[in-house]
């Protein structure tokens, strides 16, 4: 299984491919799977700025589309003191794709904190919820 460090430094290896032209901030994701791959994103940002998609959203697309179904935690990376939590539209992805991951947080340098996505994501709506 991948290690914790092995896991933010695929996303830091994920976010110097960032296309960030307009925030200039780069993400990188790094989602991995039940059994033991990784899957990377960046965030991939566009002119009209609201189809920007975010590294979290970017990785877990590409899991799916390459057959993955089970995902047991996810490394976000930025390079800022503070850690980069997924946004809340992120945050309803990871959830309806991925369940309750652990979410671990860093930057260039360090692990930032860990949350489990229930923490982030506390009363979510999914499709339990849809009868
Ligand atoms: N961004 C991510 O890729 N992931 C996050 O967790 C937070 C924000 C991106 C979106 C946009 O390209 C840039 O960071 C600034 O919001």
Sequence with gaps: MPTTTLLLDAARAARLNAHAPFSKFKVGAALQTEDGKVITGCNVE?????LTLCAERVAMFK???????RFVRVAVVADTEAPTPPCGACRQILWELGGDLEVILGNLVAEKGRYWLRELLPVPFDARLLG
Aim: glycine letters at 16%; aromatic letters at 8%; a neutral charge.
């Design 46 to 50: 566009n002119a009209t700025y609201g």
């Design 63 to 69: 899991a799916i589309s390459e057959g993955h179904r």
